[in-house]
């Protein structure tokens, strides 16, 4: 393993390689760990292609849905710059999209997956689809919505980056990558975050990896969620047939899908969640107001998948995860092998990156691989790293 880890932290490069000694790895990966606005992890190691190069200090890799929870910290940035408001219908800023009945829809319901516009199936015909920005966003503005609108949440997996970063894009006049630039990586003075890669970057980015094996149980879950009414929002937002033959290519750096196709270091991702997470580590204003801040990160959706609020144990349960997200405003909950982290907010991506802060433990995590396998939702891999980074955290605070 190569980079630096603070003693204190040896858990979390400790199972750093206890998951890449298994004989199920393939790739590489790094993770970067703060600690109240410390660097104590940033450490890398395995290769970055199939012709077994090793992996950098500033190899980036696609992070897929962890890319969401950067998108979002734009949109906060222009919400304290008075240019966004969570409570404005999104038509506002993008006439288009008051049609099909969708004039009520708000940015609070973008960034909380509650308008009813998770279907990506019946808008791309084919992964190439998703690389086109214009024809996807003007799909997405004829479209009407699955259900009441803010009556439940499903997951957006890929129609939120089209939604939120049109919005973007509507009101700063830049494609999102150049908001991205703008708005945190040029404040952060931090590298190695891109959405859509330009091509003078992309030989810094690592090669998607495919596991066979992971992919074909993929596949058997994909075919059996088709035929199970109750998964089929899950279907309908995750699901394009083709999506891998192209995600595991360069083409999918050739468009911007702000919903999944973010190439980030770890260490750019950690230092973007510290910022927020433990403003006062830093000098200077911080990324986020306090006030944003503390909207952005608090829990927002408490109905059941039914709309009701009563459903018991489905309280909360997202109707395409099956699971209660502890939606904020582009965040979800963050959980370790050790249980949920209440304060903390981020996102984790398929493949098994992630990254989070937290404001209680002082902490922001964030872990990039190249591995292409797992749930859509990522593996145990984040949260066994999170877990040996919140149990370090806790020794040396005590």
């Known amino acids: 393993m190569e980079g630096f880890v603070h003693p204190d932290f040896a858990p979390v490069t400790e199972k750093v390689q206890a998951i890449m000694a298994k004989k199920s790895a393939r790739g590489g990966m790094a993770v970067a760990v703060y600690h109240h606005g410390e660097l104590v992890v940033d450490a890398w190691t395995g290769v970055r292609n199939a012709a077994g190069d090793p992996w950098l200090r500033d190899t980036m890799s696609m992070s897929f849905s962890t890319t969401k929870g950067v998108v979002a910290t734009i949109v906060q940035r222009l919400v304290d710059q008075g240019l966004l408001d969570y409570d404005v219908p999104v038509a506002t800023y993008w ?5 099909a009945g969708k004039d009520t829809i708000t940015l609070r319901h973008l960034l909380t997956h509650q308008a009813g516009l998770h279907d990506v199936r019946s808008i791309a015909d084919s992964a190439e689809d998703l690389i086109n920005w214009e024809h996807m ?46 708005e945190i990586v040029e404040p952060l003075g931090v590298s190695g975050m891109y959405i859509g890669a330009p091509a003078a970057v992309r030989g810094d980015i690592a090669e998607q990896l495919v596991d066979p094996k992971a992919v074909t149980r993929l596949f058997k879950m994909t075919k059996t969620l088709a035929k199970a009414k109750s998964f089929q929002p899950m279907y309908q937002a995750l699901v394009v047939d083709d999506m891998l033959d192209v995600a595991t290519t360069e083409r999918i750096h050739d468009g911007e899908i702000p919903a999944a196709n973010g190439v980030f270091t770890a260490r750019s991702l950690a230092r973007m969640y510290a910022a927020l997470a433990t403003p006062e580590d830093f000098d200077g204003p911080p990324l986020v107001s306090a006030d944003t801040l503390r909207e952005a990160t608090r829990i927002q959706t408490t109905l059941g998948a039914n709309g009701d609020g009563r459903s018991g144990e489905k309280v909360g349960r997202d109707a395409g995860v099956g699971f209660n997200m502890r939606w904020r405003l582009g965040y979800h909950l963050v959980g370790t092998t050790k249980g949920v982290l209440p304060q903390a907010f981020g996102h984790f991506g398929f493949g098994g990156s992630g990254a989070w802060g937290d404001p209680e433990s002082g902490l922001a995590v964030a872990m990039i691989l190249n591995q292409v396998g797992g749930t859509p939702f990522g593996d145990t891999k984040m949260l066994r790293i999170g877990a040996g980074a919140v149990r370090s955290a806790e020794r040396r605070s005590s």
């Open 137 to 182: 966003t003007k799909l997405l503005a004829e479209a009407g919505p699955k259900w009441d609108i803010g009556t439940r949440s499903a997951y957006h997996a890929l129609t939120y980056g089209y939604l939120v970063g049109e919005v973007i894009r509507r009101v700063t006049g830049l494609t999102v990558n150049e908001a991205l630039q703008r």
């Open 95 to 99: 006439p288009e999209f008051a049609s």
